[in-house]
RNA sequence: GCGAUCAUGGUGGAAGGGUACCACGUCUCACUGUGGAUGAGAAGGCUGCGGGUUCGAAACCCGCUGAUCGCCCCA
């Protein structure tokens, strides 16, 4: 006998068992009902893309998270897909004929390889919507309006969506005359605003080598009141660049608003930064104060990408939802609906003996030929062993014919929930549970 | 990459250095036209891996690996 190999799975990676998936399907049956009912396209990509595609386009921190691929004997380097954001600019550059705007959907699993802990995977599935070629407001506002929708719809009370502009974050570093090169750690460190409190900050930033008078200066900047958008236009008085992202700002929640958006799930926040380099404009995060979990969608603007694929470049906005942190989230308020069914089949026909084997096959064939996901038993055993399985796999419904049902050209029909039985003739069962699954 | 905690059959838990138990689950049989019941039985663990201390280790010590939770970063 060989030695058994111990089955194991690669670090931060799942398996997603039945249940979970019927709990997936819902909830992307959610967000991709609402992606299309706002004019989104499905599109698919390999999940493999050239190395070069890739490198350079996120920053050096996520770089460093991009899983390598290659064949044993091949050519070409490849690397498992970090986001869908880049292989959207990567296909608009390829089929310059689609028509503009873009607009399309993908939801499919990316790969980074980070340290797992809650709410992180190193495999996951994200859920993007973007729209390429143009660079209205409206766009990005439509965005907003759509996760707005999708979370609503899958019944989130509790969440923000907080937004910003790079274009702010440009002009506050030009504004706090810092050199360059300490400029990312200068964004990082006033991300942390929130969590880590002012003190936080100046500690941060001092660490990252900024000047205190300089935090200090930049923090009293992030302290002006963010409702009162024009102080904010009079300290960019000699930052045109801040003035046009806070222009910006104003016009997408105006749009949002006008979309329906309540206007406490906005919040703009102007120390808001997210870590993808490519970002140029308006930039978005979804959090919900609960479960402390992350973000549960982030985008933004980056109107720069496809440029670096092709010599027309296009400006594109778009988001992304993370489906297991969703989940998560879900799971954890417990906000799945209590009709979600624990399996697909709807109906379990089972086989009383021999002599009762064909009947019971044509009978379970002609319930799937109606369209009901059925299922029939295998072996001759006893019904209370088949009732015990339908019932351990949450079968809502069971069919019996034995010899009296034959006899009398009908079947038994159970309702494993309540334990109501009814015998109707073998050419109505489908239609009669039809309407009882309906109902349900 | 850094830090903390943990590691016992499929799952959850027990065994205060002396031969590894319990519950649930799984499987089999009985109850032979009706379900998560009951009864009887079975399978399943070199106690994550490797070393050490000891007459003797699941337990104590060291290393490794893995998981979880933080940090960094992010969906």
């Known amino acids: 006998m060989t030695a058994i190999i111990e089955p194991r799975l690669p670090r931060g990676m799942r398996d997603i068992l039945p249940q979970k998936m019927l709990q997936r399907r819902y909830v992307i049956g959610v ?26 386009k996120y920053g050096p921190d996520a770089e460093k998270l991009i899983y390598d691929a290659r064949h044993r004997e091949g050519k070409e380097d490849l690397a498992l897909r970090y986001d869908l954001s880049v292989p959207l ?21 990316v790969w980074r390889a980070e340290r797992p802990q809650k709410g992180r995977y190193r495999e996951f599935f994200q859920c993007d919507a973007d729209i390429v070629g143009t660079s209205s407001m409206l766009a990005d506002a439509e965005i907003v309006a759509m996760i707005f929708t999708i979370l609503r719809e899958l019944g989130f009370k509790e969440f923000v969506t907080k937004l910003n502009n790079r274009q702010v974050l440009t002009a506050l570093g030009e504004y706090s ?45 992030t302290e002006l009141p963010v409702a009162d958008l024009n102080a904010w236009r009079e300290k960019f008085r000699e930052y045109p660049i801040g003035i046009q992202g806070i222009n910006e700002l104003e016009e997408l929640v ?30 978005f995060e979804t959090v919900v104060t609960e479960p402390k979990i992350g973000s549960l969608t982030g985008g933004g603007r980056y109107d720069g990408l496809v440029g670096l694929f092709s010599k027309n470049s296009l400006p594109a906005t778009g988001t992304s939802l993370g489906i297991e942190r969703i989940i998560d989230v879900m799971d954890e308020l417990n906000m799945f609906p209590a009709n979600l069914p624990k399996t697909v089949v709807d109906v379990f026909v089972t086989v009383f003996d ?30 209370g062993k088949q ?20 006899a009398a050209n009908v079947v038994t029909l159970r309702d494993l929930k309540t334990g109501e039985q009814i015998q109707v003739t073998r050419g109505e069962v489908a239609n009669v549970l039809k309407k009882k699954i309906e109902r349900a």
């Open 387 to 406: 009732l015990r399985y339908a019932a351990a796999r949450g079968i809502p419904y069971v069919v019996i014919v034995g010899p009296d049902e034959a």
């Open 177 to 221: 005359g810092v050199a360059p090169a300490l400029l990312p750690g200068l964004y990082r460190s006033l991300d942390k605003l929130e969590k880590i409190g002012r003190d936080g900050v100046r500690a941060e930033m001092l660490k990252n080598e900024i000047p205190d008078e300089t935090a200090k200066k930049v923090l009293d900047l």
């Open 354 to 383: 021999v002599a009762r084997r064909a009947t019971s096959l044509a009978i379970a064939m002609s319930l799937r030929e109606a369209g009901l996901d059925a299922e029939v038993w295998y072996d001759f055993d006893g019904l």
């Open 254 to 283: 105006q749009f949002a608003r006008e979309m329906g958006v309540q206007a406490e799930r906005l919040q703009i926040d102007l120390t808001m930064v997210r870590g993808l380099e490519y970002y140029t404009g308006p930039i």
């Open 31 to 56: 967000v991709e009902r609402v992606f299309e009912r706002f004019g989104f396209e499905p599109l698919q990509t390999p999940v493999l893309e050239l190395q070069q595609t890739l490198s350079g």
């Open 89 to 109: 600019s990567r296909v608009v550059a390829m089929n310059p004929e689609l028509v503009k705007p873009f607009k399309r959907y993908q939801i499919a699993p």
